[in-house]
């Protein structure tokens, strides 16, 4: 029997009756940083960076995998893996790297209690850094709290590249006392953190809109670009003069040059960018305020899935752009 099965038959009232150490009632009392093991779930490209970025500050990383034939990969990164979440509820925070909201609440809330919130004990943080809905923050929390556990919703800004030189932006919102405690976490993967208050939805809902103005962004770029190629111009002066003006932010430096050069590597892939851009839809729609642009976008990846683009990343927007106006494009997906 694993320990997670263990714990799941001492649960009463939803709540971990496991006893507790002095020492490690201490430590969950939300005194001081994190010093101890830390879990993490989700290692796809960007989940297992920033884990290898943890132990490579030195940071006992506990890494849960399905798959067996993944433990050498990780192992060789410095981090412990293991196939039972049961070996995490034992961490002061638990990282939860997932692809949508079905993933995050699956892990959390499982089957009755077989899920994290069940055998987390008292005290601990489950720290969330998907992208995922505000209505799944608000239920994260709100069971967390019940179960007397904390939650901390911490997005990021930023690709696998991002992630693995350890340039993130992290949008972090939750109780004061549980960030100050991650606020170590946070710098060892990224390069600042926003701290926005203390309702966990919120972090979500500004990585959802920022995740749309990149998004209509590289629209807007895949069009400039279809039409200087269809008036027979080179489209790098252009992208060279707007991102030295008027456009120099970090989204049009970065994919403009790769919807110019047609580098399409994967990297955001369209699947996960249609789902953020359907939650948002849906933020909006829930204030009552319209996203044309970001409906436009909806539809033009919608059209680039269809056409056998779901691995790509999303500046294949251009590619998409490009094909609609008539242009031969080949999609490059080698690393840049």
Not at 20 to 48: A, D, K, Q
Not at 136 to 153: D, I, K, M
Not at 188 to 208: C, E, H, M, W, Y
Not at 331 to 336: E, G, I, L, R, Y
Request: aromatic content about 4%.
């Amino acid at each position: 029997m694993s320990k997670h099965e263990t714990r799941s038959h001492l649960v009463a009232g939803g709540v971990s009756e496991i006893p507790l150490s002095e020492s490690r009632r201490r430590s969950l009392s939300g005194r001081g940083p994190i010093m101890g093991e830390i879990g993490l779930i989700g290692l796809g490209r960007m989940g297992t960076a920033m884990a290898a970025n943890l132990a490579a500050a030195g940071r006992s990383v506990i890494a849960f995998v399905r798959r067996p034939d993944q433990t050498d990969r990780l192992t060789a990164l410095g981090l412990r893996p293991t196939t039972d979440v049961g070996d995490l509820l034992d961490c002061e925070v638990v990282i939860t790297m997932l692809p949508d909201d079905d993933a995050v609440l699956q892990t959390v809330f499982g089957h009755g209690n077989d899920g994290l919130a069940a055998g987390l004990r008292r005290g601990a943080i489950h720290l969330s850094m998907s992208t995922i809905s505000t209505a799944a923050a608000t239920r994260l929390a709100g069971e967390h709290a019940r179960l007397e556990q904390s939650y901390v919703a911490a997005p990021v800004f930023g690709n696998p590249d991002a992630a693995k030189a350890r340039q993130l932006f992290i949008i972090a919102a939750g109780g004061a006392t549980e960030i100050m405690r991650c606020q170590s976490i946070f710098d060892s993967l990224g390069q600042r953190t926003f701290v926005v208050g203390t309702d966990p939805q919120d972090a979500n809902l500004i990585k959802l809109l920022g995740n749309m103005m990149s998004a209509t962004a590289l629209e807007m770029l895949g069009e400039a670009v279809a039409v200087l190629r269809k008036r027979g111009l080179d489209p790098q002066p252009f992208v060279d003069i707007m991102t030295s003006t008027m456009f120099g932010g970090r989204a049009h430096k970065i994919y403009g040059d790769k919807v110019v050069r047609q580098m399409y590597a994967p990297g955001f892939l369209l699947p996960l960018v249609l789902k953020d851009v359907r939650l948002a839809l849906a933020e909006g729609e829930k204030a009552g305020a319209p996203m044309p642009s970001v409906g436009v976008v909806r539809d033009r990846l919608i059209t680039g899935i269809a056409r056998g683009y779901g691995n790509l990343d999303w500046s294949a927007l251009g590619l998409v752009a490009a094909e609609e106006a008539g242009l031969h494009a080949v999609p490059s997906v080698t690393a840049n």
